[in-house]
């Protein structure tokens, strides 16, 4: 199991334009989380998905949107780039029941740079 | 508002000797707090969840519900500690709220 994965790995857009970022959870997940996380800071929630819908939302503008597939993994959606949003993006996976199975598991990210 | 706080952005110890990174938050329910960790070039993982009651590594943590503190500690520091930590606190259906991290680093 290669555990979360995240592609691409980098990305340089221009402001103004759109970027897709995806992630394919650890196998035996259901759930996906995305994180921005600015340089100096820690992983800020963006949102998470589960059964293909969005369950939980950070503090976001909808320019920001995501997507599940069937075999659970995720892609985001930045629209309308801002030179703000050059951060890291995160992916987590983790199982939708609770308990133990709480844990979230990282991809190792997608470094967007927006010049 | 801020959830988790880490009022150290870096941390430098010598080898063996104790540390602790500090980590307080805001949260009127019973918290879920982790403690993730990020070695060089290695991604982000867990080190340690407050409800497992575990100690990894020689690490171990304490809820503090008082103090709402969930401070990280280890008696003795090795070079392989140095890394980056994050306090997270979970909410509903694992919406976490990391802190900005405290940079640990073990001088020998």
């Known amino acids: 199991d290669a555990g979360v994965t995240q592609s691409p790995t980098h990305l340089i857009k221009t402001r103004g334009q759109q970027v897709t970022l995806r992630c394919s959870p650890k196998?035996?997940?259901?759930?996906v989380s995305w994180y921005q996380q600015a340089l100096g800071q820690g992983p800020q929630f963006i949102f998470q998905?589960?059964?293909?819908?969005?369950?939980q939302r950070g503090n976001f503008p909808d320019r920001f949107s995501g997507h599940q597939f069937p075999n659970y993994s995720s892609e985001l959606n930045v629209n309308a780039l801002l030179l703000g949003d050059s951060a890291l993006y995160l992916c987590a996976s983790s199982l939708g029941t609770g308990g133990e199975a709480d844990t979230q598991y990282f991809g190792p990210g997608t470094r967007l740079t927006v010049l | 508002a801020q959830r988790v706080t880490q009022p150290e952005k870096l941390l430098s110890v010598f080898k063996g000797a104790p540390v602790e990174l500090k980590c307080n938050y805001s949260?009127?329910?019973?918290?879920?707090l982790f403690w993730y960790v990020q070695y060089s070039r290695q991604r982000l993982q867990l080190l340690l969840r407050h409800i497992s009651r575990e100690s990894i590594k020689g690490f171990t943590a304490d809820l503090n519900k008082g103090e709402t503190s969930f401070h990280l500690k280890k008696p003795f520091a090795q070079e392989e500690d140095s890394a980056m930590y994050y306090c997270?606190?979970?909410?509903?259906?694992?919406?976490?709220?990391f802190g900005s991290g405290t940079k640990l680093n073990v001088k020998p």
């Open positions: 949260y009127s329910g019973s918290p879920e």
């Open positions: 997270a606190r979970g909410g509903n259906f694992n919406k976490f709220y």
């Open positions: 196998s035996g997940h259901d759930t």
């Open positions: 998905y589960y059964e293909e819908e969005e369950r």
